[in-house]
């Protein structure tokens, strides 16, 4: 059973937790492989009966789609090629097909053709949008030529103004446990309590593919994100964070359009604060991704990691928060019409750390609408999008902060952001945020809110 008991567990339980995620992840997998193999019965006989309906109607487009998944099921890339382009004699205008024949030639090793035919795709609007990502993929390998080694990356930079950089309450008076035991009221000094600032931060990632020359697709991923952020006054809480995590990813489903993947993967991610070493953490992780239909893609990620705070010159007891972090991530986005996503997501976790009041459990929702249009007035050749989106977050610790309450803490945490991506180059955008964060706390040192403005450029490659 994944019933853990008593909400103050040790390591221990954080572990059981995360085997009872893995537990359920891997059923998912299983009952989807099972489904996935189910459909592949007899493909040598599925084959023959597809090619003999070719050949008795060539010109019958859904006689050739048959015959595509079925060549391609059993390996016969080429012939399933043949098929393609004759429903492209026919039509000449789907998108889908022009994207399936690109998978295909970077399939059997020409690159060139595969550019062609993928960008031909990516260029049309009817590609639904969650389908691009993986398309991109495709177009990177094929311009990549003979390599089995593809990369892209981003790099970003903005300037952010925020009205409490410091998430700091914005009254001075607090209450805490004063000397004699007991609580009692006091006031925090200018430098502790809300203070705005301005920012210039700088943000890069890197993701690479390694192809491990299945016809399925199977291959290694890496990836690589680098955060940094440098303040005008409030130097304090300047970060550099760097995260690196790499494994393989499987594909199940058809070969041409596989529909799920599966990818076990290790992490490290170290943290830099105002130029000290903060935090390192080493760890595994465990994604899912199923695509119900082009329009619907769920997404799972299980991670568990062990925390290494180091003692800091701002924080001299940060080494109170070494332990364990288990989440659990749950995204499903549907296109719910062209170019409009809507995505929900369900996140959890359990941070175990070496004091009570360190330690503690989270969970939340958060639901963003993303709308792809016409630039306004024409004034770029490329359609903007926007994304709204709000989030609800949950936390409450293990015990008592022994400084501030007899109570344990408990946070309510809201977050909305509009974010506006203008386009002025397939690889160059403007991108623009303005968010706000309320943090309601029975703790008076984190009851707090902040609002954010931000305007940067974004540079893909």
Not at 203 to 217: E, I, K, N, V
Not at 331 to 347: D, I, K, N
Request: glycine residues 8%; aromatic residues 12%.
């Amino acid at each position: 059973m994944c019933w853990l008991g008593d909400a103050r567990s040790g390591s221990l339980k954080s572990s059981k937790l995360f085997v009872c995620w893995v537990f359920v992840t891997l059923v998912f997998l299983f009952t989807t492989g099972a489904q996935a193999q189910s459909t592949d019965n007899d493909p040598q006989q599925r084959y023959d009966a597809a090619l003999e309906a070719v050949m008795q109607d060539m010109a019958n487009p859904e006689n050739s789609f048959k015959f595509v998944e079925a060549a391609t099921n059993l390996g016969d890339l080429r012939g399933a090629i043949s098929a393609l382009e004759r429903i492209l004699l026919i039509n000449p205008n789907l998108a889908n097909i022009k994207l399936e024949l690109g998978v295909l030639y970077v399939r059997i090793g020409s690159p060139d053709l595969a550019k062609t035919f993928i960008q031909q795709a990516l260029d049309s609007e009817d590609v639904p949008e969650l389908v691009r990502f993986r398309a991109e993929q495709f177009l990177a390998r094929a311009e990549a030529g003979a390599s089995r080694f593809s990369f892209n990356g981003t790099l970003f930079s903005a300037g952010r103004y925020e009205t409490n950089a410091t998430a700091a309450p914005a009254s001075g008076r607090i209450s805490f446990i004063g000397e004699t035991g007991g609580e009692t009221v006091g006031e925090l000094q200018d430098d502790d309590t809300e203070n705005e600032d301005g920012s210039i931060v700088f943000a890069a990632r890197g993701q690479g593919f390694f192809d491990l020359g299945s016809q399925a697709g199977h291959e290694i991923e890496g990836n690589a994100l680098y955060f940094g952020s440098r303040y005008f006054e409030e130097t304090q809480i300047d970060i550099d964070a760097f995260d690196l995590n790499l494994g393989p990813r499987f594909y199940v489903g058809q070969i041409l359009a596989p529909d799920f993947s599966i990818r076990p993967y290790a992490i490290y991610t170290h943290i830099r604060k105002d130029s000290e070493g903060f935090q390192d953490d080493l760890g595994i992780g465990l994604n899912f991704r199923k695509f119900f239909s082009p329009q619907v893609l769920f997404d799972m990620r299980n991670e568990y990691r062990n925390r290494n705070f180091q003692i800091t010159n701002e924080d001299p007891k940060n080494h109170h928060r070494d332990g364990y972090l288990v989440m659990i991530e749950a995204r499903l986005s549907w296109e719910v019409q062209p170019g409009r996503v809507l995505t929900g997501r369900l996140f959890g976790q359990r941070n175990d750390a070496e004091e009570g009041f360190e330690s503690y459990y989270e969970g939340g929702i958060a639901l963003t609408i993303l709308q792809y249009y016409a630039a306004p007035f024409g004034m770029t050749s490329l359609p903007w999008n926007s994304s709204l989106s709000g989030q609800y977050r949950r936390t409450e610790y293990d015990d008592p902060d022994p400084n501030i309450s007899f109570d344990e803490q408990d946070d309510d945490r809201y977050e909305v952001s509009f974010v506006t991506n203008i386009p002025i180059t397939r690889t160059f955008n403007i991108v623009t945020n303005i968010s706000y964060t309320e943090n309601q706390s029975n703790y008076d040192t984190s009851d707090f809110d902040n609002l954010l403005v931000s305007l940067g450029a974004s540079w893909d490659f």
